[in-house]
């Protein structure tokens, strides 16, 4: 079995993406590596349905949302025990900022849950086969009972 020393588990806030995170700790623990989290803020434009899609507003909320994902991972970090260099928020598409972010951090394995509410739900069909086929790395899905 490999020695993981570098493992990077993409979440969603979800209880299904603690389960990953758990898995993934085992992991690290068991290989002595570092185990790291990654929330991608998917970047929308909000646009006003009275204009069938037309028109963006003028208002972004990708500031907010990548401030109320860095304190939820926070919360996560103090959970299970990691430092905030541990913890990333990129804005994005979740395929490709997940596989940079693996690729640029020595990581040597991806960890993902196979379901989720939201975001990681996205990592189901295509976001997870281009993860598979285009990471440099194992990747670890890890089935949500």
């Not at 990708?62 to 430092?83: G, H, I, M, P």
Request: hydrophobic share 45%.
């Amino acid at each position: 079995m490999a020695n993981y020393k570098q493992i990077l588990v993409a979440v969603d806030f979800s209880e299904h993406s603690e389960r990953a995170i758990e898995r993934a700790q085992e992991l690290a623990i068991e290989d002595g590596g570092a185990l790291n989290l990654i929330h991608v803020v998917d970047y929308f434009p909000a646009m006003d349905a009275a204009y069938d899609g037309a028109l963006a507003f003028s208002v972004d909320m990708t500031d907010e949302l990548v401030s109320a994902s860095k304190n939820r991972l926070k919360v996560l970090a103090e959970k299970y025990q990691l430092k905030d260099e541990q913890l990333f928020v990129e804005v994005g598409a979740i395929r490709n900022e997940v596989i940079d972010k693996a690729d640029k951090h020595g990581t040597d394995l991806i960890v993902i849950g196979s379901h989720g509410w939201r975001g990681i739900d996205l990592l189901l069909g295509s976001t997870a086969d281009s993860i598979l086929h285009h990471a440099k790395c194992d990747v670890l899905v890890v089935r949500i009972d």
